[in-house]
């Protein structure tokens, strides 16, 4: 019996939609950041790129944000509210790690929701489909956060329910990867219709650290398990996860957060009146497919 | 225990006895499978393999597996400290006789046709890899298909690094399944037993039109180690078992192995499929 390799991924490269004259740097970055996935993460974690708040009040306009999940709490992981991008009103959803500052930083848990957080996420997603405004969510978390509280209030089932919920909603979803995609943490707000990453941002499985630790029984050797997760844009394009790599500015992200965020802008723009154009079932359809479609297995 | 330490100086052959992993109580082998790897001493629930547990949970004869060739590649190549990905394939598959994690099919539960998913903690842990969540998406569109419930029994220490963001999206893919059930009002019957953590538990595991939890099964999202290590939190008695999933609200009821059948059929008897 032949076994055939079932690659769902459809590598229809997503860069065809990318202006020609960027493809060239794309792909010369690729060669660059295949042998640094390491350096890519720590550009990642780099704490002067931009975080939620800086996005936005520097990306967006009249962000208004809404508080709380209504059952517990209000998780200061998790930020959103609406906002307009470019003039369109829109629902801003992000991990939020709070700044450079370390009181923020702590304040927001650095970046680790509780289940509250997802809730919360919940919440304003099922009002954006009420308002029928698109969702934009920011993905940037080492994780959702591991200790008692999240383990007792179900961190599991709200990450999980959110995966169900977003599956089916009926406005856009358009994610983009800021910063660190951080597991089922980050996947938690991650589901759309179409899923962007900045050039230096990674998504993984789990972190690096957490990897080397379980598979190396040593969590130094994380540079190692960052190579072999393949956790960087360029990887996550080759297998169909992500749609696009967002370019960054010269020298990182953190470099020029306005320059940054007319990038993002621009492309997210670009990706919304694309979708507005399908209707609520194709997308949904559509979205639900381009999951499908993930995962390499033989048959 | 007389009777035993004479028992013990005849050299009892390994097929007679053996002995509970929990409370270490010798139990006739016979007896052991008969009360389906149940302790009758302690009343401790061993591991079901996936085969033990369609065999517990449907009618004699009526399964019908779906997709058994759909089996694990190695699209990172992986390479870890010790092994290849691509040998932990192999070994798990020569060791358990399966294909992935995952077995698939449909059969009958009391009469009633379901769909049905098992996973297999023998196989890579009971990981995630994308060939589980092909199979669990595929039974799902089935159960969709033939207008029948669908039952996932999970066991599983989460997601499968050895695929690498490949084995997270598998999250995705399936509860993108689930919700499609949900849009057509088809019941869905989560079963966890031990262990149902990380990926699992943060996908379809969790979100069970009804959650049951075999009786004293781990469940989790973030592990033991994890929690102890980045928050250094000391961790309460009994945490994450299923008794105390359903103390905070998260499992609809605690079963044990020999009532779990009886359960799934009783509930599932309350679906008027003609009322939709
Ligand atoms: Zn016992």
């Known amino acids: 019996m032949k076994e055939k390799e079932k690659t769902a991924v459809k590598s229809k490269p997503a860069q065809a939609k990318t202006k020609t004259a960027t493809q060239a740097k794309t792909e010369a970055k690729a060669k660059k950041s295949n042998t640094s996935s390491w350096e890519t993460t720590l550009m990642a974690r780099n704490q002067n790129r931009p975080y939620f708040k800086d996005y936005a009040a520097g990306m967006f306009t009249d962000f208004i944000e809404l508080h709380g999940d209504r059952r517990f709490s209000d998780d200061k992981a998790i930020s959103g509210g609406f906002a307009k991008l470019g003039g369109l009103p829109v629902m801003l959803i992000g991990h939020n790690k709070g700044g450079v500052d370390v009181t923020a930083k702590a304040e927001h848990r650095f970046g680790l929701p509780l289940p509250d957080g997802y809730r919360k996420a919940q919440r304003l997603m099922e009002l954006a489909q009420k308002f029928n405004t698109p969702v934009i969510t920011l993905i940037d978390t080492s994780g959702a956060y591991p200790g008692i509280e999240g383990e007792e209030r179900g961190q599991a089932e709200a990450i999980a329910r959110n995966l169900v919920v977003m599956a089916q909603l009926k406005v856009p979803v358009v994610v983009v990867v800021v910063g660190e995609g951080g597991s089922g943490g980050a996947l938690g707000i991650g589901v759309g219709d179409t899923v962007f990453m900045l050039e230096n941002a990674v998504y993984s499985v789990i972190s690096p650290e957490g990897c080397a630790g379980i598979l190396w029984r040593d969590g130094t050797k994380a540079e190692l398990a960052a190579n072999a997760l393949k956790i960087t844009a360029n990887d996550l394009i080759k297998f169909g996860i992500i749609d696009k790599i967002i370019d960054e500015p010269e020298g990182g992200a953190h470099k020029d957060h306005a320059k940054t965020f007319e990038n993002v802008r621009e492309v997210i723009l670009e990706e919304l009146q694309r979708l507005q154009k399908l209707s609520p079932e194709k997308r949904v359809e559509n979205r639900i497919e381009k999951f499908a479609k993930m995962g390499v297995f033989t048959e | ?276």
Request: net charge positive; proline share 4%; aromatic share 8%.
């Open chain 2, 1 to 276: 225990m007389g009777w035993f330490s004479q028992e013990k100086k005849e050299k009892p052959s390994e097929e007679i006895w053996t002995k509970c992993p929990k409370c270490n109580k010798p139990i006739f082998k016979d007896e052991w499978i008969k009360n389906d790897k149940v302790c009758p001493k302690c009343g401790f629930h061993d591991r079901l393999n996936a085969w033990e547990r369609i065999e517990l949970l449907l009618d004699g004869g009526s399964f019908e597996e779906t997709n058994s060739s759909v089996s694990p590649s190695d699209p990172l190549g992986f390479v870890d400290s010790k092994a290849p990905y691509s040998e932990r394939i192999t070994e798990a598959k020569n060791k358990t006789g399966l294909n992935e994690s995952v077995i698939t099919g449909t059969g009958l539960l009391d009469g009633r046709k379901i769909a049905i998913a098992v996973m297999d903690f023998r196989f890579l842990g009971g990981s995630l890899g994308s060939g589980t969540g092909e199979k669990i998406y595929r039974i799902a569109k089935k159960s969709l298909e033939l207008n029948i419930p669908l039952v996932i029994v999970s066991a599983s220490g989460g997601a499968r690094m050895q695929e690498g963001i490949l084995s997270l999206m598998q999250m995705g893919k399936t509860c993108a399944a689930i919700s499609l059930l949900n849009e057509k009002n088809i019941p869905y019957i989560s079963v966890l037993t031990d262990p149902t953590t990380g990926g699992v538990s943060a996908s379809f595991a969790m979100v069970g039109d009804v959650n049951i939890a075999e009786k004293g099964a781990l469940i989790a999202f973030a592990g033991r180690r994890v929690i102890e290590n980045t928050i250094k939190q000391k961790l309460p008695e009994g945490f994450q078992t299923s008794e105390y999933l359903l103390e905070h609200g998260f499992v609809d009821k605690v079963v044990s192995r020999n009532e779990m059948k009886k359960t799934i059929s009783n509930i599932l008897s309350f679906y008027n499929r003609n009322a939709g």
